[in-house]
């Protein structure tokens, strides 16, 4: 791992004033790993064996760049809006409670897991070719996170405002991602990844989205 680019990474964490919180979410993931390592039945020694090989070591120094990336975007930077704008249209993600049903009498459904919980996808103008997506995750020759289309699981030829789109997701670790993607009034693909909005803060003094919702440009 280059050590410019790590000291770099834990500077601007500093600088976001979220240690504690940042610390936190790092003492989350060393956790899931030591899970992961009793799951393997690797014993620790193995574990070293394992990451200094010259082949597992860059895979390893990768991961532990991705945690890093996860916990900055969680602890230091600003949750953007729960609703996304692009020109002239406002797409809101959200999950389904009360208020949701309370609302919508009637809208469309892809529900692979009756276990998962709910996210709502509600337009302010009617969209076209709106596309629920599985994302798959990969690093670019600069070491950096990008994303890419694993499958598109649902489709409507077009999201209406009065009938949004409800599907069934699930967070599983820190890394768990979500995609969707449209067509903007010209007729141009926009493809978006979201995630859960809050890290490790109290749900009780939490006031930021549901989800952060950013836009990608999808790996070939």
Same mark, same amino acid.
């Given at each position: ?22 610390l936190q ?5 060393? $956790?899931?790993?030591? $899970?992961?390592?009793?799951?393997? @039945? ?7 064996? $394992? ?11 990768? #991961? #532990? ?7 900055m975007?969680?602890?230091?930077? %600003? ?11 406002l ?9 949701? /049903?309370?609302? +919508?009498? %009637? ?12 996210i709502? #996808? ?16 990969? #690093? ?16 409507l ?7 949004? /789109? ?20 010209? @007729? ?6 979201g995630?859960? @909005? ?7 003094? +939490? ?14």
């Amino acid at each position: 791992m280059n050590n410019n680019k790590l000291m770099k990474i834990i500077l601007l964490i500093g600088r976001r004033g979220s240690i504690p919180r940042c610390l936190q979410r790092l003492k989350f993931i060393m $956790f899931n790993m030591e $899970f992961k390592k009793r799951e393997l @039945g690797m014993a620790p020694a193995s574990i070293i064996n $394992f990451l200094s090989n010259e082949d597992t070591s860059r895979l390893a120094a990768r #991961f #532990f760049i991705t945690a890093i990336v996860f916990i900055m975007i969680s602890c230091g930077v %600003t949750p953007a809006h729960k609703n996304i704008e692009t020109d002239e249209i406002l797409i809101d993600v959200s999950y389904v409670d009360e208020s949701f /049903l309370r609302k +919508y009498n %009637t809208y469309d459904s892809f529900i692979e897991d009756e276990d998962h919980g709910r996210i709502a #996808f509600t337009s302010n103008i009617p969209v076209k070719d709106f596309s629920w997506l599985s994302l798959s995750l990969d #690093f670019d020759d600069r070491d950096e996170l990008v994303y890419g289309i694993a499958e598109e699981l649902y489709s409507l030829k077009e999201l209406h405002p009065q009938k949004p /789109l409800v599907v069934s997701w699930t967070e599983v670790g820190i890394m768990s991602v979500f995609g969707f993607s449209y067509r903007d009034k010209d @007729g141009q693909k926009k493809y978006f990844v979201g995630r859960v @909005g809050n890290y490790g803060s109290d749900p009780e003094e +939490y006031n930021g989205p549901d989800f952060v919702i950013t836009q990608f440009f999808p790996t070939k």
